[in-house]
């Protein structure tokens, strides 16, 4: 499907119920998909889900539900109660009543006057809490979320009991029909039967409900499937399981024509009744899907355990006094506490305190870190063992977690290319199937086993029970799920389907070297004064001064080590950042540059050949060194050092390992370059390359033929990441890189590279498991049906297992140890 999407499109996720199977999934998406102002919609059948990215001046939410629900399924709302003050008549309840209303997402919104109340219903995934309780301070009243379950959650586990207690019913009602089943067979005649249990209008009896009450939900969902010019998993179990009940009710009800040839026989041995086969076949299916729902409850485990992390609740200073809040209450320049032992509640910006801060959950690193005041805190990280004065600065959505969590789940909602392999097959699958098993009854009935009816009447209803598209629908979704769930799980967060999918295939790999081979904190390490007459510390503050304006982490690491020395610094009256070639200041009416040597031969600046020698030994030895030049003379140089990584040398062996090309790519010198990429264990090296070169770098790699996945960490890197195949930005660097990245590595460490290919590489290997064995148990099972060696509830147990093993092969993916 085309993505149409626009920078001014939304995004919402609708939660939908009474999917059975992938040709359920199917016509939803295009349903959703035919809807004037939708740019693109996703339905995820094991996740239940629809994502759709549309237009909000031409469509709202509520024509989704409404689509969805004229083709047969339900979606699931959340619902939130909210305590409201402020409110003096009717005319306010009225006020807020419609201001919710208006809001995109909202479905229904009530209010109490009497019990200063608010009831919102609305689109799951469209809004959260806090948007509503804004809208409400906005009109001038005050509001506070009373507590509640959590809707989505609430309705997949009463689905699950409903689902159990459905199977247990019709396996007490199935029990005697299967006891009875056992005296068709010549090798089980030792095994006493009731005579009762052989009674066919005993089987009746126990089959009528089955059929109509507990199966009734295949004879509705085939009816809106048909209804809607499709078909899926619920027509062929209607077909298979009414053709078993009513030709056993006809031979019932007719007993004398059925005994045509078996005179003697006693009515209540008639063999040819299959009332058993109808029972136990919707017995089977339906515990396939009870297993098949508490499996996929489980394959989301990774979004409940990152919502887990988070507190519930903030300790505010609210007009000098300390109130415990929920956490949806907190708004942005708040200032909350945060004891020892505490989750800090939200993102922000120490005030007062000092403490050492575990962020484990973030980085990876099991130190904690120490946090003062100006330290940037990160929501759900805990405070270990000082009590910290914090200002909040992202809440809701915008934190760290919840936008991890947002990039987890839109994963989880996407599709790999792969899936249109399964969405192809299971859109004509269900004809194709339906016209082979009237061909095998047709076969039978007129060549093989002339006028045998129910013998030829068997073989169709094995094929047609069989042959179920769910397994196909669930095979790449839930490996995605499960697969991007681990990922995340190590920090490594998959922005959608399509990069997991592509990731496999990488053969080169792109590091950036300041802050991502590196640490990316350099220090000052040397200092050396030309023969321009000015004295070592004058040149250090006119250098630090030229320098204090750049955010480049060079300038950063020299401000930082001339400030140690105890010189103050004054701002420049002029400054200009000149990427890739250093800096042009003015500071106490002179002119500084700072930089590279490009930058002193485009500005004709002469360098002495000690100065070159030095500047070479430098480099030589892995430091990256820095001409100064002051009124138009050459008037120093000074050198920094930035240690690479531990973990650089053992990621780069490990990418090598996997026969994965590494490639450094910076903007200093050959010789800088060169040094550490040694140290790195890195073999190619791109030297010397401007920041608007790399992206044009990394164009030439892939006109060579490579799938190229490029590492970086700072805004320079973006068109190189936007360029790559596979970018991928370090979650220490900044969110321009983040954003315009593929996926994200939260922790820093350089394992995460491969870790992240390995994980794509076992995620696409378990798809295509998953596809081998949902098509495997058609291709194989289908024949096998048709020639007349699969009895129906043979068949139909064969159809339950096959969902409920794909589903447990990608279950497997979360025990993957990276």
Same mark, same amino acid.
């Given at each position: 499907m085309e993505n149409r999407a626009t920078d001014g499109d939304k995004q919402t996720t609708l939660h939908i119920t009474g999917m059975s199977c992938a040709a359920c999934a199917s016509r939803i998406e295009k349903g959703l998909n035919r809807i004037d102002g939708v740019a693109q919609a996703n339905v995820n059948l094991a996740l239940e889900q629809a994502s759709i990215s549309y237009d909000p001046k031409q469509v709202e939410i509520p024509e989704f539900r409404d689509k969805i629900a004229s083709l047969g399924f339900g979606t699931v709302s959340e619902e939130a109660n909210l305590n409201v003050t402020g409110m003096t008549c009717a005319a306010c309840a009225t006020r807020i009543e419609k201001g919710l209303n208006r809001m995109p997402g909202v479905t229904g919104a009530t209010v109490n006057l009497a019990m200063e109340t608010a009831h919102v219903e609305y689109a799951a995934g469209s809004i959260a809490v806090g948007d509503l309780v804004s809208k409400i301070e906005q009109l001038g009243y005050g509001a506070i979320p009373q507590s509640a379950e959590d809707n989505i959650a609430d309705v997949r586990s009463r689905d699950i009991q409903r689902k159990k207690w459905k199977w247990i019913v019709s396996a007490v009602l199935s029990f005697p029909l299967l006891w009875a089943m056992v005296a068709h067979f010549s090798f089980t005649s030792w095994i006493y039967v009731p005579e009762l249990f052989l009674n066919p209008w005993f089987q009746l009896v126990l089959t009528t409900p089955i059929q109509f009450v507990i199966g009734w939900q295949f004879y509705v969902g085939a009816y809106k499937a048909l209804r809607?010019?499709?078909?899926?998993? &619920?027509?062929? /179990?209607?077909?298979?399981?009414?053709?078993?009940?009513?030709?056993?009710?006809?031979?019932?009800? $007719?007993?004398?024509?059925?005994?045509?040839?078996?005179?003697?026989?006693?009515?209540?041995?008639?063999?040819?009744?299959?009332?058993?086969?109808?029972?136990?076949?919707?017995?089977?299916?339906?515990?396939?899907?009870?297993?098949?729902?508490?499996?996929?409850? $489980?394959?989301?485990?990774?979004?409940?355990?990152?919502?887990?992390?988070?507190?519930?609740?903030?300790?505010?200073?609210?007009?000098?006094?300390?109130?415990?809040?929920?956490?949806?209450?907190?708004? /942005?320049?708040?200032?909350?506490?945060?004891?020892?032992?505490?989750?800090?509640?939200?993102?922000?910006?120490?005030?007062?305190? $000092?403490?050492? /801060?575990?962020?484990?959950?973030?980085?990876?690193?099991?130190?904690?870190?120490?946090?003062?005041?100006?330290?940037?805190?990160?929501?759900?990280?805990?405070?270990?063992?000082?009590?910290?004065?914090?200002?909040?600065?992202?809440?809701?959505?915008?934190?760290?977690?919840?936008?991890?969590?947002? /990039?987890?789940? &839109?994963?989880?909602?996407?599709?790999?290319?792969?899936? $249109?392999?399964?969405?192809?097959?299971?859109?004509?699958?269900?004809?194709?199937?339906?016209?082979?098993?009237?061909?095998?009854?047709?076969?039978?009935?007129?060549?093989?086993?002339?006028?045998?009816?129910?013998?030829?009447?068997?073989?169709?209803?094995?094929?047609?029970?069989?042959?179920?598209?769910?397994?196909?629908?669930?095979?790449?979704?839930?490996?995605?799920?499960?697969?991007?769930?681990?990922?995340?799980?190590?920090?490594?967060?998959?922005?959608?389907?399509?990069?997991?999918?592509?990731?496999?295939?990488?053969?080169?790999?792109?590091? &950036?070297?300041?802050?991502?081979v590196t640490n990316g904190k350099p220090e000052l390490t040397d200092v050396m004064v030309g023969a321009s007459g000015l004295a070592e510390n004058d040149l250090l503050r006119l250098l630090g001064a030229a320098e204090k304006s750049s955010e480049h982490p060079l300038a950063e690491a020299i401000v930082k080590g001339i400030a140690d020395r105890g010189i103050e610094l004054v701002g420049p009256t002029d400054f200009e950042n000149i990427p890739g070639y250093g800096v042009k200041a003015h500071v106490e009416g002179k002119q500084v540059l700072a930089g590279t040597r490009r930058l002193m031969s485009r500005e004709g600046i002469a360098i002495d050949d000690s100065a070159e020698h030095y500047m070479n030994e430098l480099e030589n030895a892995g430091k990256t060194a820095m001409l100064v030049a002051v009124d138009g003379s050459y008037a120093g140089l000074v050198a920094v050092a930035d240690t690479i990584k531990e973990t650089s040398r053992e990621a780069v062996a490990r990418l090598r390992a996997m026969n994965i090309e590494v490639i450094m790519i910076t903007g200093d010198n050959e010789r800088t370059a060169r040094a550490v990429a040694a140290e790195a264990g890195i073999e190619r090296v791109l030297a010397e390359v401007l920041p608007e070169g790399k992206a044009e770098e990394v164009k030439r790699l892939q006109e060579q033929g490579m799938i190229v996945a490029m590492v970086g960490d700072g805004i320079n890197d973006a068109p190189a990441l936007a360029t790559a195949n596979i970018g991928m930005a370090m979650g220490t660097g900044t969110d321009v890189a983040m954003e315009a990245a593929d996926i994200t590595l939260m922790r820093g460490n350089l394992n995460s590279i491969p870790d992240a290919i390995e994980m794509s590489r076992r995620t696409m290997t378990n798809i295509r498991q998953n596809l081998f064995w949902a098509l495997g148990y058609n291709v194989i099972g289908i024949p096998i049906a048709a020639l007349g060696f699969l009895a129906p509830w043979l068949a139909g147990a064969a159809m339950a297992f096959s969902s409920v093993s794909v589903v447990l092969n990608a279950l497997r993916l979360q025990r993957v140890k990276l």
């Amino acid at each position: 499907m085309e993505n149409r999407a626009t920078d001014g499109d939304k995004q919402t996720t609708l939660h939908i119920t009474g999917m059975s199977c992938a040709a359920c999934a199917s016509r939803i998406e295009k349903g959703l998909n035919r809807i004037d102002g939708v740019a693109q919609a996703n339905v995820n059948l094991a996740l239940e889900q629809a994502s759709i990215s549309y237009d909000p001046k031409q469509v709202e939410i509520p024509e989704f539900r409404d689509k969805i629900a004229s083709l047969g399924f339900g979606t699931v709302s959340e619902e939130a109660n909210l305590n409201v003050t402020g409110m003096t008549c009717a005319a306010c309840a009225t006020r807020i009543e419609k201001g919710l209303n208006r809001m995109p997402g909202v479905t229904g919104a009530t209010v109490n006057l009497a019990m200063e109340t608010a009831h919102v219903e609305y689109a799951a995934g469209s809004i959260a809490v806090g948007d509503l309780v804004s809208k409400i301070e906005q009109l001038g009243y005050g509001a506070i979320p009373q507590s509640a379950e959590d809707n989505i959650a609430d309705v997949r586990s009463r689905d699950i009991q409903r689902k159990k207690w459905k199977w247990i019913v019709s396996a007490v009602l199935s029990f005697p029909l299967l006891w009875a089943m056992v005296a068709h067979f010549s090798f089980t005649s030792w095994i006493y039967v009731p005579e009762l249990f052989l009674n066919p209008w005993f089987q009746l009896v126990l089959t009528t409900p089955i059929q109509f009450v507990i199966g009734w939900q295949f004879y509705v969902g085939a009816y809106k499937a048909l209804r809607n010019g499709s078909s899926n998993m &619920d027509v062929l /179990v209607a077909l298979g399981t009414s053709a078993a009940y009513f030709y056993s009710l006809y031979l019932t009800l $007719r007993p004398s024509d059925a005994m045509e040839g078996m005179a003697g026989m006693p009515v209540m041995t008639m063999p040819e009744l299959y009332f058993e086969t109808s029972a136990v076949l919707i017995t089977l299916i339906l515990v396939g899907k009870w297993f098949e729902a508490v499996a996929k409850g $489980r394959s989301s485990e990774a979004i409940k355990s990152l919502m887990n992390l988070q507190a519930t609740t903030a300790r505010v200073v609210r007009d000098g006094q300390e109130l415990d809040i929920p956490i949806e209450q907190v708004r /942005v320049k708040d200032i909350f506490i945060v004891r020892p032992g505490e989750k800090i509640s939200v993102d922000g910006v120490v005030v007062d305190g $000092r403490s050492a /801060v575990d962020e484990s959950m973030l980085s990876g690193e099991s130190l904690p870190v120490e946090k003062e005041a100006g330290s940037a805190v990160t929501g759900a990280t805990l405070n270990k063992n000082g009590v910290l004065r914090i200002q909040a600065e992202r809440v809701g959505g915008d934190t760290a977690l919840s936008r991890i969590i947002k /990039v987890v789940e &839109d994963a989880q909602n996407s599709k790999a290319p792969i899936q $249109r392999i399964a969405d192809q097959i299971s859109g004509i699958f269900v004809p194709i199937v339906v016209a082979m098993a009237v061909l095998a009854f047709i076969v039978w009935f007129f060549l093989v086993t002339p006028t045998d009816f129910a013998g030829s009447l068997e073989k169709m209803i094995a094929v047609l029970v069989i042959a179920c598209p769910c397994a196909l629908g669930l095979a790449t979704p839930t490996s995605i799920m499960a697969g991007s769930g681990r990922a995340a799980e190590y920090g490594i967060l998959f922005k959608g389907g399509e990069h997991l999918e592509m990731t496999r295939s990488v053969n080169a790999v792109v590091l &950036d070297k300041t802050g991502t081979v590196t640490n990316g904190k350099p220090e000052l390490t040397d200092v050396m004064v030309g023969a321009s007459g000015l004295a070592e510390n004058d040149l250090l503050r006119l250098l630090g001064a030229a320098e204090k304006s750049s955010e480049h982490p060079l300038a950063e690491a020299i401000v930082k080590g001339i400030a140690d020395r105890g010189i103050e610094l004054v701002g420049p009256t002029d400054f200009e950042n000149i990427p890739g070639y250093g800096v042009k200041a003015h500071v106490e009416g002179k002119q500084v540059l700072a930089g590279t040597r490009r930058l002193m031969s485009r500005e004709g600046i002469a360098i002495d050949d000690s100065a070159e020698h030095y500047m070479n030994e430098l480099e030589n030895a892995g430091k990256t060194a820095m001409l100064v030049a002051v009124d138009g003379s050459y008037a120093g140089l000074v050198a920094v050092a930035d240690t690479i990584k531990e973990t650089s040398r053992e990621a780069v062996a490990r990418l090598r390992a996997m026969n994965i090309e590494v490639i450094m790519i910076t903007g200093d010198n050959e010789r800088t370059a060169r040094a550490v990429a040694a140290e790195a264990g890195i073999e190619r090296v791109l030297a010397e390359v401007l920041p608007e070169g790399k992206a044009e770098e990394v164009k030439r790699l892939q006109e060579q033929g490579m799938i190229v996945a490029m590492v970086g960490d700072g805004i320079n890197d973006a068109p190189a990441l936007a360029t790559a195949n596979i970018g991928m930005a370090m979650g220490t660097g900044t969110d321009v890189a983040m954003e315009a990245a593929d996926i994200t590595l939260m922790r820093g460490n350089l394992n995460s590279i491969p870790d992240a290919i390995e994980m794509s590489r076992r995620t696409m290997t378990n798809i295509r498991q998953n596809l081998f064995w949902a098509l495997g148990y058609n291709v194989i099972g289908i024949p096998i049906a048709a020639l007349g060696f699969l009895a129906p509830w043979l068949a139909g147990a064969a159809m339950a297992f096959s969902s409920v093993s794909v589903v447990l092969n990608a279950l497997r993916l979360q025990r993957v140890k990276l």
